[in-house]
Each structure stands twice: as structure tokens, then as C-alpha cells.
Nanobody, 126 residues
Framework: QLELVESGGGSVQAGGSLRLSCATS????????MGWFRQAPGKEREGVSC????????YYVDSVKDRFTISRDNAKNTMYLQMNSLKPEDAAMYYC???????????????????WGQGTQVTVSS
């Protein structure tokens, strides 16, 4: 099955940028719908964005629209999340997740995804 490893998190000041990566291995990247989620302490895991093999993006959570961009490089079996104009409220653990295409399409529901990375921490100071 697909294995996912996130990287790129860190600590930035408000207004800064980070680029998260989700490197995958072990299975056909094209067979999976890929999503980014985040979870802040004391809060539920929240869907940030999702993309298909074709690169089509189905949604961004309202709070990140026009600031975050999801993408995937199918040749590198890697998904990215470019995060610009970061705000303190963006601070969270960020996870990439994969859902086999035969199980359905993009979803904001974390329970729809069967495979998860270990997460990468994003800290934003004001």
C-alpha cells in the first residue's frame, strides 16, 4: 500500500510562507486521491484541500482560499501544499492523506481516507 511522508513544516512569522511536501512510495500514486488535513490542539482534524491524479483540485477550506495552493508532481509521486501569507490560526499539525480511487473521490471528511502520514508541524508567530 501507499506510504506517506510529510516534510517542510517549521516555524515562521505571520505573513511568511512554507511549502509542505508529501512523498509517497509503495504503490501507484495515480490510484489515490490525495488530501491535506490539519489539526490544531483541542480541535478536530480539518480538511484543507484535495486533489486528483489529474491535478484537479476540488476544494479549499474557506480560511485558506487565495493563500494556499495544492499540487502534485506525478513523476515524483509527491504532493505539495504551498502556504503563503500564513496566519497564527494556520498553526497546526499538517497531515497528508490518501484515499484509493475505487473508494470515492475527494472528501473533507478525514474518515474517508485510509492512509495517513505522520504529520509535520507548522507554527506561526504573530
Amino acid at each position: 500500500q501507499l506510504e506517506l511522508v510529510e516534510s517542510g513544516g517549521g516555524s515562521v512569522q505571520a505573513g511568511g510562507s512554507l511549502r509542505l511536501s508529501c512523498a509517497t512510495s509503495g504503490d501507484m500514486f495515480s490510484s489515490y486521491v490525495m488530501g491535506w488535513f490539519r489539526q490544531a490542539p483541542g480541535k478536530e482534524r480539518e480538511g484543507v484541500s484535495c486533489t486528483y491524479w489529474t491535478g484537479i483540485t476540488t476544494y479549499y477550506v474557506d480560511s485558506v482560499k487565495d493563500r494556499f495552493t495544492i499540487s502534485r508532481d506525478n513523476a515524483k509521486n509527491t504532493m505539495y501544499l504551498q502556504m503563503n501569507s500564513l496566519k497564527p490560526e494556520d498553526a497546526a499539525m499538517y497531515y497528508c492523506a490518501a484515499r484509493p480511487r475505487y473508494r470515492g473521490g475527494c472528501s473533507r471528511d478525514p474518515n474517508a481516507y485510509t492512509l495517513w502520514g505522520q504529520g509535520t508541524q507548522v507554527t506561526v508567530s504573530s
